[in-house]
């Protein structure tokens, strides 16, 4: 039987790899890019228990199945896929790690932990597949591949309070601080439409463009990362 070990094995063996918004074939054992991050995901679990998760169909023709943070949340919500939480995540090697796209068609994010307390994720364009960590960091669900057996450090690695965030919801959040990060978008030259405070969908499309063009995880979401490289003062 396959473990999470093998999964993150195969995770590492991709490092440095390109990032791109493309349908990548899950049953190429030898593909190498690029990458998003939904698609690295189901490549390697396919790779490991020849099983599709996390694709807009999972029983589509793995070479041109869909994969999709929404279809990993769908997965992890359904009971497809085995529930877990940050906690073990941080010491389990090839647990998933699923943030919620922050709209219908929008793009969530998928990493993949190493039981380090680190994860290995296709993070973003400029950014490819790199590590990066498990804590301070918004994930909806941590879940575990059912076919795949998994083991855990003995290690207690101590909870990190996630950063101030914006991002979509509803009703759309007012503050003073949307309304600096609006005005940072459009000096930068990213219409955020009317600067009004509120968290809306414009504004979410311009931090997605913004984040897409600055190394960033293009997720929609305002936190210290995107904050700074616009300039703006964040709330610690």
Known sequence: MATGKQL???????IGEKYLNRVVPKDNPNWHGPWDCAEFASWLTYQKV???????DNHDNPA????????????????TLVQSNEDEAVNTPGV???????????M???AISDGMGGTVEAAGIGLG????????RLWNFCAKI????????AAVVPPVALPFLLQ????????PLVRKVQQALKAKGFDPGKIDGGYGPHTMSAVEAFQASNRLIADGIVGPRTAKKLGVVWPT
């Open 8 to 14: 993150l094995a195969l995770a590492q063996t991709r």
């Open 50 to 56: 020849k099983k599709l998760y996390g694709c807009t």
């Open 64 to 79: 041109l199945a869909d994969a999709y943070s929404g279809a990993w949340v769908r997965d992890a919500q359904n009971g």
């Open 96 to 106: 998933i790690l699923i943030r919620t796209p922050p709209a219908p068609g929008r």
């Open 108 to 110: 969530g994010h998928v």
């Open 129 to 136: 597949v790199r590590k990066d960590q498990v804590r301070g």
């Open 146 to 153: 059912p076919e795949l057996t998994y083991s855990s450090r």
């Open 168 to 175: 979509l919801q509803i009703p759309n959040l007012q503050s």
